[in-house]
């Protein structure tokens, strides 16, 4: 399973016949460190304080800890979440396997053609450095790392394109 929010009450069942297996992105405790690193003003603050926390500490202590720990296995796709939710929520290890994201290079690997081609399409010159980066913007996703990386290059290719493709709608 995953989005592990919407499958809490599967861990409840008693009779359930199937094993639980996650797959675990992230869960609600580093959403909660997520979330603190968004407040911007007082107002965001109070807000967070007496809206956010409460639901996520909720929300993690009493449906998604249980739920991890009625879980035949978890996969992680980092070591990182791997390592918190041993830490946090006291899973046992051995319940908890790695399996880093990886890209098919076979499949996506770069052809002159096709970039060509794409530049064209877009109305870009040939010689153009694309930076393209995919994404909801949202501090916890590092559009601000995407920006700072961005400006550090800008100037090492004779002409340079920004793209950003997201789904936000605001």
Not at 24 to 51: G, M
Not at 60 to 79: D, L, P
Not at 140 to 163: M, V
Request: with cysteine; glycine share 4%; charged share 25%.
């Amino acid at each position: 399973l995953s989005e592990g929010s919407c499958a809490f009450g599967l861990a409840a069942q008693k009779n359930l016949s199937v094993p639980i297996i996650s797959l675990l992105h992230q869960f609600k405790i580093i959403h909660l460190f997520n979330s603190f690193l968004e407040i911007r003003s007082l107002r965001e603050a109070a807000v967070y304080t007496l809206k956010t926390v409460p639901r996520i500490f909720y929300d993690a202590v009493f449906q998604e800890m249980f739920f991890y720990h009625r879980n035949e296995g978890i996969v992680c796709g980092a070591k990182h979440i791997a390592d918190s939710i041993i830490k946090y929520y006291r899973i046992s290890p051995d319940k908890i396997k790695v399996l880093p994201y990886w890209i098919d290079e076979e499949q996506f690997r770069p052809e002159e053609s096709l970039k060509d081609e794409g530049k064209k399409q877009l109305g870009f010159p040939a010689e153009s450095f694309i930076f393209l980066v995919f994404g909801r913007i949202h501090i916890t996703k590092g559009i601000d790392i995407a920006i700072k990386a961005f400006s550090k290059i800008k100037n090492k290719t004779p002409i340079n394109q920004w793209r950003l493709e997201t789904p936000n709608k605001t």
